[in-house]
């Protein structure tokens, strides 16, 4: 698969974003909100990247559309969500593209009443944007294509992969075949 952003490069971008947010966090009750399921790779990746101390939770957001490439309509399920009240919450996506997602999530964890809410993701698709929302913090800006790994899947596959990469026609259709999908 054609390799967009490497294993190194990763890395390189989380253990920085890791820092970042403990200088800002320290001494706050910080709690980062995971985005099931995309992020569970980078939020893996980033909470050992950091040094202060901070709680993990995880919200759901799904979109179904009519292609496995372009969103649907919006569900958020906050039923894992854990108390946020007065809390500083990073809510922690692997990609902004349109951005709709990221602006139904800041609503969905407004009504907690946390004491402030930022967003973080690994990508922004930058050209793609059509909420007046940005991440407050993203690791890499990519152009308009359709990627997976390090979390990001196609048909649920790819999640696994340590980089990056923009999957080909071949790849898309033996990820469909394979799962009888
Ligand atoms: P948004 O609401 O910002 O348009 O889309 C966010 C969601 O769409 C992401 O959380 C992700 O699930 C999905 N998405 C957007 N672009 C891509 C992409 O290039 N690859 C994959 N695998 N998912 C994407
Ligand atoms: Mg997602």
Not at 12 to 35: D, F, I, M, W
Request: charged content about 25%; some cysteine.
């Amino acid at each position: 698969m054609k390799v967009l952003i490497t294993e190194a490069e990763i890395q390189e971008r989380v253990c920085g974003l890791g820092a970042c947010l403990s200088e800002k966090y320290a001494g706050r009750p910080l709690t980062v909100l995971g985005v099931l399921t995309g992020s569970i790779v980078l939020l893996a990746d980033l909470i050992r990247a950091t040094s202060i101390p901070l709680r993990v939770a995880l919200i759901e957001a799904s979109s179904y559309g009519e292609t496995r490439t372009e969103p649907g309509e919006l569900t958020i399920n906050i039923g894992l969500v854990p108390d946020l009240k007065d809390r500083d919450v990073v809510i922690l996506d692997d990609i902004f593209d349109t951005g709709n997602t990221m602006v139904g999530l800041y609503d969905a964890v407004q009504s907690f009443e946390p004491a402030s809410v930022q967003s973080a993701v690994l990508l922004w698709k930058t050209d793609r944007t059509v909420v007046d929302l940005q991440p407050d913090h993203f690791c890499f800006q990519i152009p308009d294509e359709f990627v997976v790994g390090y979390g990001l899947d196609y048909n649920d596959e790819f999640r696994n992969l340590p980089f990056i990469g923009i999957p080909n026609e071949e790849e898309m259709h033996e990820a469909v075949k394979g799962q009888g999908g």
